[in-house]
């Protein structure tokens, strides 16, 4: 949120599969809770597919989408990735990027961002033909999958492509009959983070209820603009 410092809990355990169920997000090689002094609004979030449907809209993103290539494979850097993932973030977060001005710097962020993985760590690829459309990382367990990071062409927003690649994850998950897909933190207050608010199935973790549906807890429905500290941002 504008103008607030964050503080992480870091977890360690061998099950990946216990990580996210302790509502673990991945920064890096770790998987982390929030413990921001004086401030609870992060929740680590997940979507139960037993309660998952698909919207209309959903269902036109899928075809839209249908002539798209998807790529399984071990995270790597290449030209085109690497000038995917820069466009993205220079984009999605204009000037919080500007003090990346060489090469080195640059190639460096992407590594802190992306690069970092686990041993059940994948990349997720997605083709045009020879056009490198959108790109994400996701960590497989047993029982589930998170969804770590995702980047992708913002040149053709008709594809809806973070929606997308999230819904190819449920497709996923469906497809080894797994119960979640873990997509780390849901904040109502954070505009960049309330796209999650559309899927149902939804589910937040909190601490009185543990593992609780988004709509019967008091988050659904309670979001206020970032009015105090927008000046600050």
Not at 38 to 48: D, M, N, Q, V
Not at 51 to 63: D, E, K, L, Q
Not at 207 to 213: D, H, L, Q
Request: with cysteine; charged share 25%; aromatic share 12%.
């Amino acid at each position: 949120l504008p103008g607030r410092e964050w503080s992480l809990l870091a977890l360690h355990d061998e099950s990946i599969d216990r990580l996210m169920h302790l509502g673990g997000g991945r920064f890096g090689p770790l998987y982390c809770l929030p413990a921001c002094y004086g401030c609870r609004y992060c929740h680590p979030a997940r979507i139960a597919l037993k309660s998952f449907r698909w919207t209309r809209s959903m269902r036109r993103t899928r075809n839209r989408n249908k002539d798209l290539i998807q790529r399984i494979g071990p995270v790597e850097m290449t030209a085109k990735k690497f000038e995917l993932f820069e466009t993205f973030v220079k984009t999605q977060f204009q000037t919080k990027t500007d003090h990346l001005t060489t090469d080195r710097e640059r190639l460096a962020f992407y590594d802190s961002w992306h690069l970092n993985q686990m041993g059940h760590t994948k990349e997720v690829s997605y083709w045009q033909g020879d056009r490198l459309l959108a790109v994400s990382t996701i960590d497989i367990g047993e029982r589930g999958i998170y969804s770590h990071y995702c980047y992708y062409d913002l040149t053709v927003p008709r594809r809806r492509l973070g929606v997308f690649t999230f819904l190819k994850e449920i497709e996923m998950c469906a497809q080894r009959d797994w119960p979640h897909l873990y997509i780390g933190f849901m904040n109502t207050l954070a505009k960049k983070l309330r796209y999650k608010e559309q899927f149902t199935g939804l589910e937040i973790l909190l601490p009185e209820t543990g593992w609780t549906p988004f709509e019967e807890t008091p988050l659904a429905g309670k979001a206020q603009p970032e009015k105090a500290a927008a000046g600050k941002d």
